[in-house]
């Protein structure tokens, strides 16, 4: 099993209001994603990362912005969160030598 | 960016059928990942194909790279209800991203 995390798991938050969603990895991979999901829907990349200090954005367009200031560490924040931000947020790692990513359980985003 | 279709979207089988999922891509692909989401889960990694014309098989799947390396197809033989979720494929991209496929829904009627 895969060492990724993210919290919160849940998260219900007014429009407006800023949030920093958390994703960390134990297993020392450089490259880190992050991926929207809607029910029931595709993933689309929103942003990915090659190491400690260097971003992307995705395909998807993002009102979001993310940091890598440790390997281990890709937080992604919403700076005024609205309704149409409501969705799930899935952070990913890749292996070194494998093509796998590994995704942590998810945030569950609503904003009111 | 490169794209793949998926089909079906949904698909209900009874226990004990046989399911199929297809990815089709207009472009040469270098290689493609399966991927499946439980209700409510995170994506979890089956496989990844490279070569023209591999088969793999884990158990009662079997995955397979087309010829041209432009489709791929997963199947499921005698499905069980623990095989129910969503199937995804998966494109590398150049930065080692993923584009993924719509997904293919499969519900196991007991």
């Known amino acids: 099993e895969a060492d990724i995390y993210q919290t919160p798991r849940y998260l219900v938050i007014g429009t407006g209001k800023k949030i920093t969603l958390e994703c960390s990895q134990t297993?020392?991979?450089?490259?880190m994603y992050w991926y929207q999901q809607d029910p029931g829907m595709e993933l689309h990349l929103i942003h990915y990362?090659?190491?400690?200090?260097?971003?992307e954005k995705g395909d998807l367009s993002s009102e979001s912005t993310v940091s890598r200031i440790r390997t281990e560490h890709f937080p992604l924040t919403l700076e005024s969160a609205r309704p149409s931000h409501t969705s799930q947020y899935l952070c990913?790692?890749?292996?070194?030598?494998?093509?796998?990513?590994?995704f942590g359980p998810g945030t569950r985003l609503t904003v009111t | 960016g490169q794209q793949v279709m998926q089909i079906p979207q949904y698909q209900h089988v009874q226990e004990g059928e046989d399911f199929t999922t297809y990815c089709n891509s207009s472009?040469?692909?270098?290689?493609i990942q399966w991927y499946k989401q439980r209700p409510g889960g995170h994506p979890v990694f089956l496989i990844q194909?490279?070569?023209?014309?591999e088969v793999k098989k884990q158990k009662r799947l079997t995955f397979q790279f087309g010829e041209a390396k432009k489709n791929s197809s997963l199947h499921i033989t005698a499905t069980q209800t623990t095989d129910v979720g969503t199937y995804f494929c998966?494109?590398?991209?150049?930065?080692?991203?993923?584009?993924f496929g719509s997904g293919t829904q499969l519900t196991v009627l007991p």
């Open positions: 472009t040469t692909l270098s290689n």
């Open positions: 990362s090659y190491g400690v200090n260097s971003t």
């Open positions: 297993m020392g991979h450089d490259k």
């Open positions: 998966a494109l590398s991209g150049s930065a080692r991203q993923l584009t």
């Open positions: 194909l490279v070569k023209s014309g």
């Open positions: 990913a790692s890749r292996g070194h030598s494998t093509g796998e990513q590994y």
